[in-house]
């Protein structure tokens, strides 16, 4: 949590420097940090920092963002539970929602020509003021909460996306086109991006993902300008790492859903839908990523285009290999010592298929590394 916090200090806020992803040191799942007393952060905002900002005054002047950062020193190191984390941002929210919504209304109809494109761009802008509001409340966060903390950043986060996504002027005249980072923009996304959340719980991927997917067939599109596919990949870099079947299982069927169809004649795998699927493809799960009943579904999904790919004839398109070669790198560990029968059925023929055999030597199961 730095973006914004930089722009305006270089300082070392006192806390626990805990790695969401050790599960030596934390699970991020709502549960409390031995080394942390469960009460002594929401005690210190509550009763200490938020009480503090008001006698500041808000928007912050550069001293009372001074005499802000001075209280944040004190801040205690957090438990990574959801209620510590939606405690804060829904009073971050107070600040920056309205920040978005201004935006939002600055750019309606009535913005027809370039001067008044200009004049809403200036309007839409937050104030010095007010991003040192932002930045004081982020100097407070949570480093770390639950699934629960990090849906309630998801639904904050989101809504600014259409606002970026959305190009600006009217059917004859596009004075920004989508997908392009405005010096307005710039700041709330940075100031959203620096409230995410750490997590190791189970589903913050899944919510995640339900974010990213619909923007696939928007901004991965063949057609779609180069600002529209960077912001796209900006959003894979706020995607938390997978924790058991239920995450990755939420990828696997949504890849699916279009993976099949898209190879069902020869005519069906068009640039936008085989960009899509490099889309998802890159969305894939991390870290651990997969559990007992993770392989299983997977391997029939690879099956089914192993299978298909091979025909009569043995030979792989380019096409087909793209296709195998989305799935054997987006292969989950496995953790079943069923795993291996399964594979070992087919592999068993691994000789009869020739060169493809590469690609089924590639999906053997391999044991999770935590």
């Known amino acids: ?8 200090v270089a300082i070392s806020l006192a806390g626990c420097a805990v790695d969401a992803n050790d599960p030596d040191q934390g699970d991020g799942a709502g549960k409390a940090d031995d080394t942390c007393q469960s009460a002594a952060y929401k005690t ?25 950062l001075e ?9 990574g539970s959801d209620a510590d984390y939606t405690l804060w941002f829904g009073q971050f929210s107070l600040h920056v929602n309205p920040l978005i919504a201004r935006h939002r209304t600055s750019f309606g109809p009535a913005v027809t020509t370039q ?31 639950g699934a629960g903390g990090y849906a309630a950043w998801v639904a904050g986060y989101e809504p600014l996306l259409s606002v970026v996504y959305t190009g600006k002027g009217t059917t004859s005249t596009i004075f920004e086109r989508s997908g392009v980072i405005t ?13 995410r959340p750490e997590t190791a719980q189970e589903g913050a991927y899944a919510t995640w993902f339900a974010m990213f997917a619909p923007w696939t067939k928007k901004a991965f599109a063949p057609l779609a300008d180069a600002d529209a596919k960077a912001f796209a990949a ?11 079947d239920a995450d990755y299982l939420t990828w696997l069927v949504a ?27 890159a969305a894939r799960p991390i870290g651990t990523g997969g559990g007992a009943r993770s392989y299983k579904p997977w391997f029939g999904v690879f099956g089914e285009a192993f299978g298909a790919a091979l025909g009569t004839d043995l030979v792989l398109t380019d096409l ?7 799935l054997v790198i987006s292969k989950p560990c496995s953790t079943n010592p069923a795993d291996a029968s399964l594979f070992a059925a087919l592999d068993a023929r691994r000789a009869t298929f020739g060169a493809a055999g590469a690609y089924l030597e590639r999906a053997a199961p391999e044991p999770c590394t935590q």
């Open 1 to 8: 949590m730095n973006r914004l916090l930089t722009t305006f």
């Open 44 to 68: 210190w905002l509550v009763g200490t920092y938020f009480p503090r900002l008001g006698q500041l005054g808000l928007p912050l002047t550069d001293e009372g963002l001074a005499s802000a």
């Open 71 to 79: 209280a944040a020193a004190d801040k205690p190191c957090t438990t």
């Open 115 to 145: 001067m008044k494109y200009d004049q809403a761009l200036i309007a839409a802008t937050p104030s010095a003021a007010e991003i040192r509001t932002l930045t004081a409340f982020l100097a407070a966060a949570p480093e770390r909460s």
């Open 183 to 195: 010096e307005a923009e710039q700041p709330l996304l940075a100031a959203l991006e620096d409230a």
């Open 234 to 244: 900006q959003l894979l870099e706020l995607r938390p790492a997978a924790r058991a």
């Open 255 to 281: 890849f699916h859903d279009l993976d099949r169809p898209a190879y069902a004649t020869a005519t069906s795998a068009t640039p936008r839908v085989i960009a899509e699927l490099d889309a998802l493809a």
């Open 320 to 326: 087909e290999k793209a296709r195998l070669e989305r």
